[in-house]
């Protein structure tokens, strides 16, 4: 599967952002979606996923305010930021568990 991610800018503290992956080929399911972030410096790390039962899952950081949603029909994923944070500048991806694949990310700079 390919992914194509988008929705990434620049927004000021506070501000609010939606991504959006679009998966193409055959091989895709909502419940193996994740997104990730690789910050300036740092690992990459998982953000949010929908977990191989359906349920969501959030990290700390982004706990309460970012959302991960999705659209099995269209083969999409999305991930509501909201609140948004100088510390959450960082290039987002979506990831594909099941054919391990990766979106080529999309740039979220947060800054006044």
């Known amino acids: 599967v390919q992914l194509q991610a988008s929705g990434g800018g620049l927004v000021q503290p506070g501000g609010s952002l939606r991504l959006s992956c679009a998966a193409s080929?055959?091989?895709?399911?909502?419940?193996?979606m994740d997104w990730y972030r690789q910050g300036p410096g740092k690992q990459r790390e998982l953000v949010a996923q929908?977990?191989?039962?359906?349920?969501?899952y959030s990290a700390e950081s982004v706990k309460g305010r970012f959302t991960i949603s999705g659209d099995s029909a269209k083969k999409a994923v999305y991930l509501q930021m909201n609140s948004l944070k100088p510390e959450d500048t960082a290039v987002y991806y979506c990831?594909?568990?099941?054919?391990?694949?990766w979106g080529q990310g999309t740039q979220v700079t947060v800054s006044s």
């Open positions: 080929g055959t091989i895709f399911s909502l419940n193996a």
């Open positions: 929908f977990t191989s039962v359906g349920k969501s």
């Open positions: 990831h594909s568990r099941i054919s391990n694949s």
